[in-house]
């Protein structure tokens, strides 16, 4: 029987649905601060930075233990920073101490060894409350398509793929529609 130090976590998939209530959008640009700071400023530092982002507030229509909950959403477009969304499954490969890329024997293939990223985002509970906080960060390219989506349409629902590692909540995927999921 293994010991509790030497358990995985389990880990637990569920599909949330969330009708939009309330939006706000936020959109900017100009030059890059880090430019003018000699911590940040190195020769690919960018002289110009955009931004934009949408908080959404919404309601819980799906999972049933979820439905009177609240949960706000904040999308945060980014295409430099904390993800690289134009890595690639062949930069995730795991290397050894000497920087060897790792492959695990499985029958007679070695296949690969990969350490992906997990999430694009968190989710956490406010404590004391029915509310829910979610931090998702996409391409600013697709936030734009978002922020359209939500000022177009009358009803725009979410729908997240959550996945809980022990404690710790991740946000693995998140998509807005124009149709209701729970109709299908």
């Given amino acids: 029987m293994p010991t ?6 389990t880990v637990e998939h569920s ?5 939009v209530r309330d939006f706000s959008i ?6 890059n ?13 960018r002289v110009y ?5 949408i908080e959404i507030v919404s309601d819980c229509t799906w999972p049933e233990e979820r439905i009177k909950d609240e949960f706000r959403v904040h999308i945060r477009g980014q295409d430099t920073g904390i993800f690289d ?10 290397t050894d101490k000497n920087g060897c890329p790792k492959y695990r024997k499985r029958g007679k293939y070695e296949i690969p060894v990969y ?6 985002g968190m989710i956490e509970k406010v404590r004391g409350e029915s509310v ?23 009803n725009v629902y979410i729908e997240i793929h959550e996945v809980k590692t022990g404690k710790r909540r991740a946000l693995r995927s998140i998509q807005l529609s124009s149709k209701d999921p729970d109709s299908e």
């Fill in 4 to 9: 509790a130090k030497h358990r995985r976590p």
């Fill in 15 to 19: 599909q949330i649905t969330l009708k």
């Fill in 26 to 31: 936020h959109a900017g640009g100009g030059i």
């Fill in 33 to 45: 601060y880090e430019i003018h700071d000699h911590r940040y400023a190195f020769d690919e530092t």
């Fill in 49 to 53: 930075k955009f931004d934009n982002s």
């Fill in 85 to 94: 969304f134009e890595s690639t499954l062949s930069e995730h490969h795991v």
């Fill in 115 to 120: 350490d992906p990223p997990d999430s694009i």
């Fill in 132 to 154: 829910w906080q979610v931090n998702a960060w996409l391409p600013q390219s697709v936030t734009s398509d978002l922020q359209r989506l939500v000022t177009t349409c009358p």
